[in-house]
């Protein structure tokens, strides 16, 4: 199974940004997305990306605000998050989706916590 690594996460304040990065060596499948899992709840989808378009897709609680973008020649993925809330502290995962949908497909990381004070 392919290893998905993700970084970048830490404490900022309201307002403030982050760049999440997805590591994904030997990705095999077209599709690649973020989920978040907020304490005390379920995960979440959050945005994809088809790999080979380009063409992205965002959750309506994010949109606007995240930008989901990837390097092909690193096989990784990124996540701006802007104009952070408060209800976006969460643990941020990434990994595959199944193309067309919003349905994650694969293994979990560990993941990266994201914080946002108010």
């Known amino acids: 199974q392919v290893q998905h690594v993700e970084s970048g996460g830490g404490l900022v304040q309201a307002g403030g940004s982050l760049r999440l990065s997805c590591a994904a060596p030997g990705r095999t499948f077209s599709t690649m997305g973020w989920f978040r899992q907020a304490p005390g709840k379920e995960r979440e989808f959050v945005g994809s990306i088809s790999w080979n378009s380009g063409n992205t897709y965002y959750a309506e609680s994010v949109k606007g605000r995240f930008t989901i973008s990837r390097d092909n020649a690193k096989n990784t993925m990124y996540l701006q998050m802007n104009s952070l809330k408060p209800e976006d502290t969460a643990v941020y995962y990434c990994?595959?989706?199944?193309?067309?949908?919003?349905?994650?497909?694969?293994?979990w990381g560990q993941g990266t916590q994201v914080t946002v004070s108010s």
């Open positions: 990994t595959s989706v199944v193309a067309g949908t919003t349905s994650p497909f694969g293994s």
